[in-house]
C-alpha cells in the first residue's frame, strides 16, 4: 500500500479481470484452467487432483467398468437367458402359485434376494465386471424372463397373474437386488 493512497483507493485498483468461458453460451468467469490457462466457466470446471481444470485438460474417462462393448451384451444375453429358464423351470416345480400369506411372502423374499444376486453374480462373471444401465435392463429382463416361465408351467390363465403373491415378491426383490448390484 502507497504512504499517498488510502485502503479504498488501493481495493479501485485490484478489480478482478472477467472474461467469458470458451463455450460461447455459458457465463462470465475469472476461473482459469490450472494446466492450459483457458477461461472456464462453473458449469465447465473440473476438480482434478492437480487443481481445477477445463473438460478437455482433465482427460475425463469412463471408469473401465462402465465401458460395454457388443461382445459383452452378447455374453449377458447368452449368460441371462441360460439361467432364467431353468430358475424359471425350478421356480414352477418347487415355488407354489398363489398366495400362501405371510410364509409366501417370507418365501418369495428369501427366494427373490437369492435369485436376483444369482443373476447379478452371473452376468458379472460373463462380463468381466462390467456393470451400468444396459447390464441392469438384461438382469431385469432376466427376472421378467424367470417369473413369466414359471407362470407358463403353471398352466393357469394369465386373469390369475395378479394373485400371485409369492411371484411378485420374488420379481420384485430379485429386480432390486440384481439392479443395485450391476449399479
Known amino acids: ?3 499517498h493512497s488510502s485502503p479504498a483507493e488501493e481495493l479501485d485498483l485490484i478489480e ?3 472474461f467469458t468461458c470458451k463455450s460461447s453460451w455459458h457465463a462470465e468467469s475469472a476461473l482459469t484452467c490450472g494446466r492450459c490457462n483457458a477461461i472456464i466457466c462453473p458449469d465447465c ?3 482434478a487432483p492437480g487443481g481445477t481444470r477445463c ?3 482433465a482427460n475425463l474417462r469412463r471408469p473401465p467398468m462402465y465401458e460395454v462393448g457388443l461382445q459383452h451384451y452378447l455374453r449377458s444375453s447368452a449368460i441371462t437367458m441360460a439361467l432364467a429358464i431353468p430358475l424359471g423351470v425350478i421356480g414352477a416345480l418347487i415355488l407354489p402359485f398363489g398366495g400362501m400369506g ?4 417370507l418365501i418369495g423374499i428369501l427366494t427373490g434376494s437369492v435369485m436376483g444376486s444369482l443373476l447379478a453374480s452371473a452376468i458379472s462373471w460373463a462380463t468381466n465386471g462390467k456393470r451400468g444401465p ?3 435392463t438384461l438382469a431385469i429382463v432376466g427376472v421378467g ?3 413369466l416361465t414359471r407362470f407358463l408351467l403353471t398352466g393357469l390363465p394369465f386373469e390369475l397373474l395378479h394373485i400371485d403373491l409369492i411371484g411378485w415378491t420374488i420379481g420384485t426383490l430379485a429386480a432390486c437386488v440384481a439392479y443395485q448390484k450391476l449399479q
Open 16 to 18: 478482478p479481470s472477467v
Open 1 to 3: 500500500m502507497n504512504e
Open 45 to 47: 470446471l473440473v476438480h
Open 145 to 147: 424372463i424367470i417369473l
Open 102 to 105: 405371510f410364509f409366501g411372502i
Open 134 to 136: 444396459m447390464m441392469q
Open 55 to 57: 473438460k478437455p485438460c
